[in-house]
């Protein structure tokens, strides 16, 4: 079957969704460009490697070796661990946190238990109530474009691009771009796309399914690649 891939709500305030992946064979597949960092779990072989993950401005073709296990979360718009700021950790270039003896985590000179699927909403509580996961409560209001009015507008971008990893300008985009190739993977019509997501024309929405998923709308609409978004 290849890649068997499953999301579901979080159960935390700072959790967007909690997803897991395995392969009972190698399977590539394009990841869409994503706005949100992650925290991401690892399993070959017994052995696990814990991955902290920034924004993504583009899609990438990744593949899912034979026999891997993964899980993680997916973070809410904000929250973010300020030892690992999200611009270093953008487009894939994860920060792999070292590990202890039986599987254990380090993080900040002190051993975590690892994980699993089922407990790691409790796992990332534990980090807000360490201290290092934050979440800052104002990318909110700048992302609508109402940041506070003691605030200037340099300050509210520097704000943003310090827990978000990339510009409101960017992730509006990406957000625009991931509703539409979600429209059209349901079957929408490219024309009805084009409307409901503001672009001004086809040529404008195909350019953006090729940056943010790689593929054309007809690619989208037809299913016949595995997008993971």
């Excluded at 959790?15 to 992650?38: E, G, L, P």
């Excluded at 909403?121 to 700048?142: K, S, T, W, Y």
């Excluded at 978000?164 to 024309?191: D, F, Y």
């Excluded at 084009?194 to 929405?205: H, R």
Aim: proline letters at 6%; hydrophobic letters at 45%; aromatic letters at 8%.
């Amino acid at each position: 079957m290849g890649l068997i891939f499953d999301a579901v709500a979080g159960e935390v305030p700072l959790v967007q969704r909690v997803w897991s992946a395995q392969c009972d064979a190698t399977t590539s597949f394009t990841s869409a460009a994503k706005s949100s960092c992650m925290i991401a779990f690892a399993r070959n072989g017994g052995r696990w490697s814990v991955h902290l993950r920034g924004p993504e401005t583009r899609a990438t073709t990744l593949t899912c070796p034979e026999g891997w296990e993964f899980f993680g979360v997916e973070l809410r718009l904000g929250a973010y661990l300020p030892l690992f700021p999200p611009a270093a950790l953008a487009n894939l270039n994860d920060a792999v946190l070292p590990s202890a003896s039986g599987n254990r985590i380090v993080l900040d000179n002190q051993d975590w238990e690892m994980p699993t699927e089922q407990n790691v909403d409790v796992f990332v509580h534990r980090l807000v109530r360490a201290g290092l996961l934050f979440f800052d409560p104002i990318v909110e209001q700048i992302r609508h474009g109402q940041p506070p009015r003691s605030m200037s507008e340099r300050t509210a971008q520097i704000r943003f691009r310090q827990a978000v990893g990339i510009s409101r300008r960017k992730l509006l985009s990406i957000e625009q771009a991931r509703q539409a190739a979600q429209l059209l993977a349901a079957g929408e019509s490219i024309a009805q796309v084009v409307t409901a997501c503001g672009y001004y024309d086809q040529p404008q929405l195909a350019r953006a399914m090729r940056w943010a998923t790689g593929h054309t709308p007809g690619e989208l609409r037809s299913t016949a690649a595995f997008l993971a978004f």
